[in-house]
Nanobody, 127 residues
Framework: QVQVVQSGGGLVQAGGSLRLSCTAS????????MGWFRQAPGKEREGVSC????????YYTDSVKGRFTSSRDNANNTLYLQMASLKPEDTAMYFC????????????????????WGQGTQVTVSS
């Protein structure tokens, strides 16, 4: 049984930093790309980042480039999202997800490209 468990998040002032973690079990973690998504109230789930299986290629959506850093520790089946210079518009529920392939597809921002999802963790950035 695959489980994806997230931790981290919380409330932070604008300009602050937070780190999210995501640990997967029940699957061969290093066989799959991993993604981060976020969903703000009333909006669709948005792809934030995708890392291929060995972290050599990492994609980011334009709005977080230079501020967010994704990383993974395959030895511990854990994915991280380090968020810096946070803005109020970063406020959302954040999700991690395991992809279907070792690489990130061209359509990595689509939720259909991922099989298993974490429970979500809230990030709130105050102005």
């Amino acid at each position: 049984q695959v489980q994806v468990v997230q931790s981290g998040g919380g409330l932070v002032q604008a300009g602050g930093s937070l780190r999210l973690s995501c640990t997967a079990s029940g699957l061969s973690f290093d066989d799959y790309a991993m993604g981060w998504f976020r969903q703000a109230p009333g909006k669709e789930r948005e792809g934030v980042s995708c890392l291929i299986w060995n972290s050599r290629i990492i994609y980011y959506t334009d709005s977080v480039k230079g501020r967010f850093t994704s990383s993974r520790d395959n030895a511990n089946n854990t994915l991280y999202l380090q968020m810096a210079s946070l803005k109020p518009e970063d406020t959302a529920m954040y999700f991690c997800a395991a992809g279907k392939y070792p690489g990130c597809p061209g359509s990595w921002k689509l939720t259909d490209e991922y099989n298993y999802w974490g429970q979500g963790t809230q990030v709130t950035v105050s102005s």
